[in-house]
T-cell receptor
Protein backbone atom coordinates (compact mmCIF):
# COMPACT_ATOMS: atom_id res chain seq x y z
CA UNK A 1 0.00 0.00 0.00
CA UNK A 2 1.11 3.53 -0.69
CA UNK A 3 1.11 6.20 1.99
CA UNK A 4 1.84 9.91 1.91
CA UNK A 5 3.01 11.88 4.93
CA UNK A 6 3.04 15.63 5.40
CA UNK A 7 4.66 16.39 8.73
CA UNK A 8 3.76 20.08 8.91
CA UNK A 9 0.06 20.55 9.75
CA UNK A 10 0.39 24.34 9.59
CA UNK A 11 2.92 26.83 8.29
CA UNK A 12 3.06 30.56 7.82
CA UNK A 13 5.24 32.82 5.71
CA UNK A 14 5.55 36.53 5.16
CA UNK A 15 4.42 37.89 1.83
CA UNK A 16 7.27 37.86 -0.77
CA UNK A 17 9.27 35.32 1.23
CA UNK A 18 10.01 31.70 0.33
CA UNK A 19 8.51 28.68 2.05
CA UNK A 20 9.06 24.93 1.67
CA UNK A 21 6.39 22.33 2.39
CA UNK A 22 7.59 18.80 3.02
CA UNK A 23 6.17 15.51 1.80
CA UNK A 24 7.39 11.94 2.11
CA UNK A 25 5.82 8.83 0.70
CA UNK A 26 6.15 5.10 0.93
CA UNK A 27 5.83 2.73 -2.01
CA UNK A 28 7.36 -0.41 -3.45
CA UNK A 29 6.59 0.76 -6.98
CA UNK A 30 9.37 2.02 -9.21
CA UNK A 31 7.36 4.06 -11.66
CA UNK A 32 4.88 6.59 -10.30
CA UNK A 33 3.82 10.21 -10.33
CA UNK A 34 3.73 12.88 -7.65
CA UNK A 35 1.52 15.92 -7.42
CA UNK A 36 0.93 18.96 -5.28
CA UNK A 37 -2.63 20.21 -5.12
CA UNK A 38 -3.84 23.44 -3.53
CA UNK A 39 -7.25 23.71 -1.85
CA UNK A 40 -8.40 27.25 -1.06
CA UNK A 41 -11.46 27.91 1.13
CA UNK A 42 -13.66 27.44 -1.94
CA UNK A 43 -12.86 23.71 -1.53
CA UNK A 44 -11.86 23.21 -5.17
CA UNK A 45 -8.60 21.29 -5.52
CA UNK A 46 -6.25 22.95 -7.99
CA UNK A 47 -3.15 21.30 -9.46
CA UNK A 48 0.02 23.20 -8.58
CA UNK A 49 2.77 21.01 -9.98
CA UNK A 50 3.50 17.38 -10.97
CA UNK A 51 6.54 15.18 -11.34
CA UNK A 52 7.27 11.87 -13.01
CA UNK A 53 9.40 9.61 -10.83
CA UNK A 54 11.70 8.54 -13.65
CA UNK A 55 12.66 12.15 -14.42
CA UNK A 56 15.56 13.35 -12.32
CA UNK A 57 15.05 17.00 -13.20
CA UNK A 58 12.88 18.78 -10.68
CA UNK A 59 9.64 20.23 -12.04
CA UNK A 60 9.11 23.99 -12.01
CA UNK A 61 5.98 26.05 -12.60
CA UNK A 62 6.58 29.77 -12.28
CA UNK A 63 6.99 30.48 -8.52
CA UNK A 64 6.52 26.82 -7.62
CA UNK A 65 9.24 24.20 -7.74
CA UNK A 66 9.84 20.80 -6.23
CA UNK A 67 12.82 19.04 -4.70
CA UNK A 68 12.35 15.40 -5.64
CA UNK A 69 14.65 12.94 -3.88
CA UNK A 70 13.67 9.50 -5.12
CA UNK A 71 15.97 7.49 -2.90
CA UNK A 72 14.71 9.32 0.17
CA UNK A 73 11.11 9.19 -1.11
CA UNK A 74 10.80 12.90 -0.55
CA UNK A 75 8.90 15.45 -2.64
CA UNK A 76 8.96 18.94 -1.15
CA UNK A 77 7.30 22.02 -2.61
CA UNK A 78 9.02 25.40 -2.64
CA UNK A 79 6.96 28.54 -3.10
CA UNK A 80 8.99 31.61 -3.96
CA UNK A 81 7.81 35.21 -3.64
CA UNK A 82 4.77 34.11 -1.63
CA UNK A 83 1.54 35.93 -2.36
CA UNK A 84 -1.59 36.39 -0.25
CA UNK A 85 -3.47 34.24 -2.77
CA UNK A 86 -1.22 31.30 -1.94
CA UNK A 87 -3.01 30.94 1.40
CA UNK A 88 -4.65 27.51 1.24
CA UNK A 89 -4.36 23.86 2.20
CA UNK A 90 -1.68 22.07 0.22
CA UNK A 91 -1.90 18.35 -0.43
CA UNK A 92 0.84 16.09 -1.69
CA UNK A 93 -0.49 13.18 -3.76
CA UNK A 94 0.91 9.99 -5.24
CA UNK A 95 -0.24 7.89 -8.17
CA UNK A 96 1.25 4.70 -9.55
CA UNK A 97 1.80 4.27 -13.25
CA UNK A 98 -0.33 1.63 -14.85
CA UNK A 99 -3.16 1.38 -17.31
CA UNK A 100 -5.84 0.69 -14.76
CA UNK A 101 -6.24 4.23 -13.47
CA UNK A 102 -4.88 3.94 -10.00
CA UNK A 103 -6.40 6.53 -7.78
CA UNK A 104 -4.53 9.37 -6.15
CA UNK A 105 -3.35 8.82 -2.60
CA UNK A 106 -3.32 12.10 -0.72
CA UNK A 107 -1.42 13.21 2.35
CA UNK A 108 -3.16 14.90 5.31
CA UNK A 109 -2.30 18.38 4.06
CA UNK A 110 -0.44 21.46 5.25
CA UNK A 111 -2.34 24.66 5.97
CA UNK A 112 -0.28 27.57 4.64
CA UNK A 113 -0.97 31.13 5.70
CA UNK A 114 0.72 33.98 3.86
CA UNK A 115 0.93 37.00 6.12
CA UNK A 116 0.88 40.58 4.83
CA UNK B 1 -19.76 23.98 -18.29
CA UNK B 2 -16.02 24.28 -18.35
CA UNK B 3 -15.32 22.51 -15.09
CA UNK B 4 -16.48 19.63 -12.93
CA UNK B 5 -19.86 20.45 -11.43
CA UNK B 6 -21.21 18.91 -8.24
CA UNK B 7 -24.71 19.28 -6.90
CA UNK B 8 -25.92 20.10 -4.37
CA UNK B 9 -23.11 22.12 -2.89
CA UNK B 10 -24.50 21.51 0.60
CA UNK B 11 -26.85 18.83 1.86
CA UNK B 12 -28.27 18.39 5.35
CA UNK B 13 -30.09 15.14 6.02
CA UNK B 14 -31.41 13.24 8.98
CA UNK B 15 -29.77 10.09 10.23
CA UNK B 16 -31.19 7.07 8.46
CA UNK B 17 -32.22 8.90 5.30
CA UNK B 18 -31.07 8.21 1.74
CA UNK B 19 -29.06 10.79 -0.22
CA UNK B 20 -27.79 11.16 -3.76
CA UNK B 21 -24.85 13.33 -4.75
CA UNK B 22 -24.35 14.24 -8.39
CA UNK B 23 -21.20 14.86 -10.40
CA UNK B 24 -21.05 16.31 -13.93
CA UNK B 25 -17.51 15.76 -15.24
CA UNK B 26 -15.76 17.76 -17.91
CA UNK B 27 -17.08 16.77 -21.34
CA UNK B 28 -14.98 14.04 -22.92
CA UNK B 29 -13.33 12.92 -19.69
CA UNK B 30 -13.53 9.15 -19.47
CA UNK B 31 -12.11 8.77 -15.96
CA UNK B 32 -14.16 9.85 -12.94
CA UNK B 33 -13.22 9.64 -9.26
CA UNK B 34 -15.11 10.09 -6.02
CA UNK B 35 -13.28 11.09 -2.84
CA UNK B 36 -14.43 11.82 0.71
CA UNK B 37 -12.74 14.51 2.77
CA UNK B 38 -13.34 14.72 6.48
CA UNK B 39 -12.59 17.92 8.35
CA UNK B 40 -8.87 18.62 8.55
CA UNK B 41 -7.88 15.59 6.51
CA UNK B 42 -6.82 14.80 2.97
CA UNK B 43 -9.20 13.33 0.42
CA UNK B 44 -9.83 9.62 0.81
CA UNK B 45 -10.48 7.52 -2.29
CA UNK B 46 -13.92 5.96 -2.69
CA UNK B 47 -14.43 4.76 -6.26
CA UNK B 48 -13.07 5.19 -9.76
CA UNK B 49 -14.94 4.85 -13.07
CA UNK B 50 -13.43 4.33 -16.48
CA UNK B 51 -16.33 4.95 -18.84
CA UNK B 52 -19.48 3.35 -17.46
CA UNK B 53 -17.82 0.71 -15.34
CA UNK B 54 -16.43 0.95 -11.85
CA UNK B 55 -12.79 -0.01 -12.36
CA UNK B 56 -11.96 0.23 -8.67
CA UNK B 57 -14.49 0.46 -5.84
CA UNK B 58 -12.11 -0.65 -3.11
CA UNK B 59 -12.52 2.62 -1.22
CA UNK B 60 -16.25 2.35 -0.59
CA UNK B 61 -16.48 1.95 3.20
CA UNK B 62 -19.45 -0.43 3.29
CA UNK B 63 -22.49 -1.58 1.35
CA UNK B 64 -24.45 1.55 2.23
CA UNK B 65 -22.38 3.37 -0.38
CA UNK B 66 -22.96 2.86 -4.07
CA UNK B 67 -22.14 4.85 -7.22
CA UNK B 68 -23.25 4.69 -10.83
CA UNK B 69 -22.27 6.23 -14.13
CA UNK B 70 -24.76 4.70 -16.56
CA UNK B 71 -23.87 6.65 -19.70
CA UNK B 72 -20.21 7.28 -19.01
CA UNK B 73 -20.74 10.92 -18.16
CA UNK B 74 -22.74 12.02 -15.09
CA UNK B 75 -22.16 10.02 -11.94
CA UNK B 76 -24.29 9.69 -8.83
CA UNK B 77 -22.99 8.67 -5.42
CA UNK B 78 -25.76 7.10 -3.36
CA UNK B 79 -25.68 6.67 0.41
CA UNK B 80 -28.34 4.61 2.16
CA UNK B 81 -29.29 4.77 5.84
CA UNK B 82 -26.98 7.71 6.45
CA UNK B 83 -25.04 7.89 9.70
CA UNK B 84 -23.52 10.89 11.46
CA UNK B 85 -20.07 9.54 10.57
CA UNK B 86 -20.89 10.01 6.89
CA UNK B 87 -20.70 13.78 7.37
CA UNK B 88 -17.89 15.04 5.15
CA UNK B 89 -17.18 16.84 1.90
CA UNK B 90 -17.59 14.52 -1.07
CA UNK B 91 -15.30 15.47 -3.95
CA UNK B 92 -15.59 14.38 -7.55
CA UNK B 93 -12.78 14.58 -10.10
CA UNK B 94 -12.45 13.74 -13.77
CA UNK B 95 -9.58 13.31 -16.19
CA UNK B 96 -9.10 12.69 -19.89
CA UNK B 97 -7.71 9.24 -19.23
CA UNK B 98 -6.75 7.01 -16.37
CA UNK B 99 -3.03 7.03 -16.52
CA UNK B 100 -0.03 8.54 -14.89
CA UNK B 101 0.59 12.21 -15.25
CA UNK B 102 -2.88 13.06 -16.51
CA UNK B 103 -4.28 15.93 -14.47
CA UNK B 104 -7.42 15.30 -12.47
CA UNK B 105 -9.83 18.25 -12.32
CA UNK B 106 -11.88 18.51 -9.15
CA UNK B 107 -15.29 19.91 -8.46
CA UNK B 108 -16.04 22.09 -5.46
CA UNK B 109 -17.53 19.20 -3.56
CA UNK B 110 -20.77 18.52 -1.76
CA UNK B 111 -20.74 19.12 1.97
CA UNK B 112 -22.94 16.45 3.53
CA UNK B 113 -24.12 16.93 7.09
CA UNK B 114 -26.02 14.14 8.78
CA UNK B 115 -27.93 15.28 11.86
Amino acid sequence: AQTVTQSQPEMSVQEAETVTLSCTYDTSENNYYLFWYKQPPSRQMILVIRQEAYKQQNATENRFSVNFQKAAKSFSLKISDSQLGDTAMYFCAFRVSDNYGQNFVFGPGTRLSVLP
Amino acid sequence: GAGVSQTPSNKVTEKGKYVELRCDPISGHTALYWYRQSLGQGPEFLIYFQGTGAADDSGLPNDRFFAVRPEGSVSTLKIQRTERGDSAVYLCASSLGPTGLTEAFFGQGTRLTVV
